[in-house]
């Protein structure tokens, strides 16, 4: 099985609202990651979780927070967004920060 | 810094057609390439995986090989289909220092006409 699920698929939040994505893999992967995708633009990373601590953060603003409860599931945070926020989130995995990249389906997010 | 160049940035095909894309980067000590395929609204899916060992990688009709010292990848595609109309996406990963991030090129549209 090399799934990794996303929800919600579509979110639609106000500027002052709270909101979290979810990202979960039952692969055994212990990287996962956070990347930000705008239309017709490669994905630009913005997190990475290895053993669940956060090992890089790519100067992402503060009104995105990351979490890693336990080694399957990953959280993003969303709160006072701007509607230059609004893009395809994608979570991914790997067995380890130099193994193969498997992405789930995203989420897109529209920040009004 | 690395840079990955993706040519063409689109090309239109007919159905049965072999064809070829292009991947080029310029540091050439990477750990890994990886090549995606992206729906338009979709996630990446995994395609082929090259360690900076290895010189091929081949999966069905797919076929991709690296050139680490030249900084070429190659993805090879086989009588081709309208399903396989999607971007796809080549991605070299490099070691230690830049903590093994991945970095895109900016996608090549497929496109398979019936």
């Known amino acids: 099985d090399t799934e990794v699920t996303q929800t919600p698929k579509h979110l639609v939040m106000g500027m002052t609202n709270k909101k979290s994505l979810k990202c979960e893999q039952h692969m055994g992967h212990r990287a996962m990651y956070w990347y930000k995708q705008k239309a017709k633009k490669p994905p630009e990373l913005m997190f990475v979780?290895?053993?669940?601590?956060?090992?890089i953060n790519e100067s992402v603003p503060s009104r995105f927070s990351p979490e890693c409860p336990n080694s399957s599931l990953l959280n993003l945070h969303l709160h006072a967004l701007q509607p230059e926020d609004s893009a395809l989130y994608l979570c991914a995995s790997s067995q380890g920060l130099v193994g193969e990249q498997f992405f789930g389906p995203g989420t897109r997010l529209t920040v009004l | 810094k690395q840079e990955v160049t993706q040519i063409p940035a689109a090309l239109s095909v007919p159905e049965g057609e072999n064809l070829v894309l292009n991947c080029s980067f310029t540091d050439s000590a990477i750990y890994n390439l990886q090549w995606f395929r992206q729906d338009p609204g979709k996630g990446l899916t995994s395609l082929l995986l090259?360690?900076?060992?290895?010189r091929e990688q081949t999966s069905g009709r797919l076929n991709a090989s690296l050139d680490k010292s030249s900084g070429r990848s190659t993805l090879y595609i086989a009588a081709s289909q309208p399903g396989d109309s999607a971007t796809y996406l080549c991605a070299v990963k490099l070691g230690g220092g830049s903590n093994y991030k991945l970095t895109f090129g900016k996608g090549t549209l497929l496109t398979v006409n019936p």
């Open positions: 979780y290895s053993y669940e601590k956060l090992s």
């Open positions: 090259i360690q900076s060992s290895q």
